[in-house]
Structure formats: structure tokens, C-alpha cells
């Protein structure tokens, strides 16, 4: 688990941790090649199974009202 307070995902037992503040929020996951691999629609805080993921490392996109944030993460 990462402490970095810019850090706004985070990965533990094969979930990801989506910390938002917004009620709407759309998270993009693409992979090291910039290619979309999955979309989700969020309401705040959520989780989401990274059980059909390939290990590797995948950028995560969260647009949030007038915010974007990217973070890179590891699969392993």
C-alpha cells in the first residue's frame, strides 16, 4: 500500500482501491502500451476485481468533475 498522499489507487489481494471524492466518476485502466483495457463508472470509493488482469503494469485514468488524475500500478 502506497502512503503517497497524491496516490489515489491501490492495489491489495488482487483488488483495486479507488479513492474519489466525486459522486460521479469515470476510471479508464489502459495498459503499458496505452491501449484501453476496461471503464468503470464510480460513486465515490470503490473496488474493483483485477482477477481478469494479466500481470504487468496498467495506467489507471480517473476523471472526476473538472479533475483528471493518472497513476501507474503493478500487477503481480
Known amino acids: 500500500m502506497n502512503s503517497n498522499n497524491d496516490d489515489f489507487v491501490y492495489i491489495y489481494?488482487?483488488?483495486l482501491f479507488i479513492s474519489s471524492?466525486?459522486?460521479n466518476a469515470v476510471v479508464e485502466v489502459y495498459d503499458v502500451l496505452g491501449r484501453p483495457v476496461a471503464t468503470y463508472n464510480v460513486n465515490g470509493s470503490t473496488n474493483i476485481s483485477m482477477d481478469n488482469f494479466s500481470n504487468g503494469v496498467y495506467?489507471?485514468?480517473?476523471?472526476?468533475?473538472n479533475n483528471v488524475k493518472v497513476q501507474k500500478v503493478l500487477i503481480d
Open 13 to 15: 489481494k488482487n483488488e
Open 59 to 65: 495506467i489507471v485514468r480517473m476523471i472526476e468533475e
Open 21 to 23: 471524492t466525486a459522486d
